[in-house]
């Protein structure tokens, strides 16, 4: 697959090759499907779905599409050989106006990692339809590692596209309650919770900006950490990192899922719950499941039906050699 990787990768000026040309046909596959956004360089997905593939027998492959070029996109997902995309940044939001039909979990979080498509079967029309698979990715890396969240507080960690997938996993998915929002921006966090309140997700989503409240409110039973491993530079980050320590510091521990897992998934912030006895859950987890999903939309397989075992095994596999490159 590394041909197809380089044959794919946008040129200096971000025009995508083989813009005519039908992939599948050109690269020798039956279907094919795209990975979407820029930069995609450290991607794991590609692997995952081949994983997925080689095991259900499909020559079928997702093919990297390093662009911003979203009609270029929009192309080859008009043709027959389509099978579906993972879009990542800087797409998931600006996707949704071009796409024919939304599923109700991209409406609400506002953005969709997935493309999928969906064929009439009296007529052969085919629409492409956006999905958001990060919120079954947060549920499952939750609820496969013991989280019980049903009308109990919970806490995210960030103010993007992530955060908000979290707010509707937690709240709609896995039932929790108060949710309280962490982040260096208030005028982000506002955004957040006017977004979901405006697209039905409930009250009860609140900012806290204080370390010093923290003692007074209920503790969290689940933490989605949704921000870079990046050390606090600003005032306004290390406020939110000490209100997050301030939290992971409460008598009762829980649960806390790191949604970062680049350049590894055993982040700041990991280290820092697993020392403050949390059970850390890591992002690969997150990217595991909400991968499957993926699939699932695509080659009509339930999820108990993927090679879950063998993803995991290739994951793994992958990270090691991120983390450890022979010489």
Known sequence: MESTTSELTTTANGDIGHADADDAERLGFDRVGYLFGHPIVHSMSPLLHQT?????????????????????????????????????MPHKVAILRHLDALAPEAAAVGAANTVFVRTDPATGARTLVGT???????????????????????????????ARSAVYALRILLG?????????????????????AARGLGDGITYIDDPACVP???????????VP?????????????????????????????????????????????EDAGWQVVLGTEAMIYQGLEQDRYWTGRP??????????????????????PSA
């Open 176 to 196: 929790a309650a108060d949710i309280y929002i962490v982040n260096r921006d208030a005028d982000e966090a506002a955004a957040v919770i006017a977004e979901c």
């Open 303 to 324: 999820v108990e039906e993927l090679p879950l075992d063998a993803v995991r095994k290739v994951v793994a596999t992958e990270l090691a050699n991120a983390m450890h």
């Open 216 to 226: 007074a409110l209920a503790p969290p039973a689940a933490i989605v950490a949704c």
């Open 52 to 88: 997925v593939y080689a095991a259900l027998g499909l020559n079928w492959a997702q093919l990297p599409l390093d662009s911003t070029d979203i009609p270029a996109f929009l192309a080859r997902a008009r043709r027959l050989s389509f099978y579906g995309a993972s879009v990542t």
């Open 229 to 273: 491993d990046l050390a606090p530079a600003t005032e306004a980050e290390r406020r939110a990192r000490a209100v997050l320590d301030a939290f992971l510091a409460s008598k009762h521990k829980g649960i806390l899922l790191e949604m970062c897992y680049h350049p590894t998934p055993w982040t700041a912030i990991a280290r820092a719950a």
């Open 132 to 162: 958001n698979t990060d919120v079954i990715g947060v549920r499952d890396a939750l609820r496969h590692n013991g989280a019980n969240l049903a009308g109990r507080p919970t806490l995210v960690l960030g103010g993007g596209g992530a």
